[in-house]
């Protein structure tokens, strides 16, 4: 964080020095309208059979259902691998930055809205994390929306500068967050809007009844923890796209899910 705040003051892009402050100070941020709605539709209609079969496994309790491995298209890469994002995330990483896994499509279905204290006296078992948690400290969370988010519908929720905590992954209620007097923020915007968290802050699924959410979803860290896996790179490359086409620092970006050729 000290590191960033010098670093930050040097950085000439008015852009990237804007949102890489609030996202230092915050631990997230969301870029509303940032990608154009056509490319989003783009992308929707690229990979509608894949969007309609998670639809089709929906179930009427909280589910969360994902397709690993989203056949790279130009359209793809330019949401996924976009320059002022990665400007962004490897600024406030302060080093080299790589990609944890394959970009991934995320719907979820909210039937019930439930709190920590219910789903834990109840025994519950959810797919959804509608406690509050954190991720592997040394990555950085892209989530693309492909639908619209707004406070009326299921969404994520944040603890801001909850980053700057020794934090662990154990379970957190609400009721522990209620007594913090800690502010909550929901993360909502229109169908191309950008949320960027760290793997530190804390968060949590905000469920509402009876209402969905799609997503393109993407992991960054600073080079551990790769998730590797040739079936998602098989499923990637399933349109003949031409990985080593991409510019050098994109393929070094993507070099250890996507091995480069010796």
Same mark, same amino acid.
């Given at each position: 964080y000290f590191i960033n705040k010098f670093k930050i003051k040097k950085i000439k892009n008015t852009f990237i020095k804007e949102k890489l402050q609030f996202l230092n100070n915050n631990g997230f941020i969301v870029? =509303? !309208?940032?990608? *154009?709605?056509?490319i989003i539709e783009k992308i929707i209609k690229d990979n509608e059979t894949i969007i309609a079969n998670l639809k089709s496994q929906k179930r009427n309790?909280?589910?969360?259902?994902?397709?690993?491995?989203?056949?790279?298209?130009?359209?793809?890469?330019?949401?996924?691998?976009? =320059? !002022?994002?990665? *400007?962004?995330?490897?600024?406030?990483?302060?080093?080299?930055?790589?990609?944890?896994?394959?970009?991934?499509?995320?719907?979820?279905?909210?039937?019930?809205?439930?709190?920590?204290?219910?789903?834990?006296t109840k025994k519950i078992k959810e797919q959804v994390a509608s406690y509050w948690h954190v991720d592997y400290t040394n990555t950085i969370s892209v989530t693309v929306f492909l639908s619209d988010v707004d406070k009326s519908k299921t969404r994520m929720q944040v603890v801001p500068k909850s980053h700057f905590n020794l934090n662990s992954f154990f379970k957190i209620s609400d009721e522990a967050i209620e007594e913090s007097k800690k502010s909550v923020v929901d993360c909502v915007g229109k169908k191309g809007s950008v949320l960027i968290h760290c793997g530190n802050i804390i968060h949590k699924f905000k469920g509402v009844s009876n209402s969905n959410r799609l997503q393109l979803t993407s992991v960054f860290s600073s080079g551990t923890n790769l998730a590797l896996n040739v079936n998602h790179i098989s499923s990637c490359l399933s349109k003949n796209f031409d990985i080593d086409s991409l510019d050098t620092r994109k393929r070094n970006l993507i070099k250890g899910i996507f091995p480069i050729s010796i």
């Open positions: 870029l =509303e !309208n940032y990608f *154009d709605e056509n309790e909280n589910s969360y259902h994902r397709f690993r491995g989203v056949p790279l298209t130009d359209n793809l890469i330019k949401i996924w691998l976009d =320059e !002022n994002i990665i *400007d962004i995330m490897e600024n406030y990483l302060n080093t080299k930055l790589y990609s944890r896994m394959y970009p991934v499509i995320n719907y979820t279905h909210c039937a019930y809205e439930r709190t920590s204290k219910e789903i834990h």
